[in-house]
């Protein structure tokens, strides 16, 4: 049973990678880590911009208005209040913001306060990423104009068939990513209470020793952490 789902994963990217073609597949995820790449260039203009809008102070008001009275109390006690206040935010945030709890950054930003410095911060935060999304979409844009242009040259007849074919082994390749991506979650999978039968499905698996046995993102991985 894994062994057709893997099948039919990596021969699904496959056939629709070899229905774009070899062009317009590769075109297409370098185009997008191209804009992403872009977006973190020029998303600073497009940030200042967003901060004169009423976006920027709807966000910051809003902010103000969810979290709550602080009195004068201690830096540990302003650390609980962060992470409790903001507990719904990823924990890398939340820690940064802790750190920077500091009068030098409360002068940066222009607050006199623990309220007024979070609301800050998490309007800036909030800003930005808006501002990266507008970029990216914008460039995208752009750059999908291009592959419609090189899609017209690679349907020339000539260059139409081996267009195909080698779209269909890119697709092969990116169809082996995603099977190796799968291969890096199964160990936790097998952790979670019903599904000890995995262990079993996966020894009986042909395809899935091999990948899973020869994962070459995960061997990255581990002698990255080494």
Known sequence: MIDIIIL????????????????????????????????????????????????????????????????????????????????WMPDFITDKIVRNNNPEIYQLLGVNSLIEYMATFVAD??????????????????????????????KLPILKTANKWAGFIVGLIKGVLIVWLICLIVPFMMMIPGLDALNTLIEESVLMQLFYNHNIILQVITNLKA
């Open 125 to 154: 935060l909030c800003i930005m990423g808006i501002a990266v999304v507008i970029c990216f979409i914008f460039v995208r844009v752009g750059l999908a104009i291009g592959v419609g242009v090189l899609d017209l040259v690679a």
């Open 8 to 87: 039919l994963i990596i021969l699904g990217t496959a056939c629709l990678a070899a229905r774009a073609g070899f062009i317009k597949t590769v075109y297409g995820l370098l185009s997008s880590l191209i804009a992403l790449v872009l977006a973190f260039f020029i998303y600073p203009v497009i940030e200042a911009i967003l901060k004169l809008t009423p976006i920027y102070d709807g966000i910051r008001s809003w902010m103000m208005d969810r979290l709550p009275e602080i009195g004068s109390i201690g830096l540990q006690g302003q650390a609980a209040i962060i992470q409790e206040s903001l507990g």
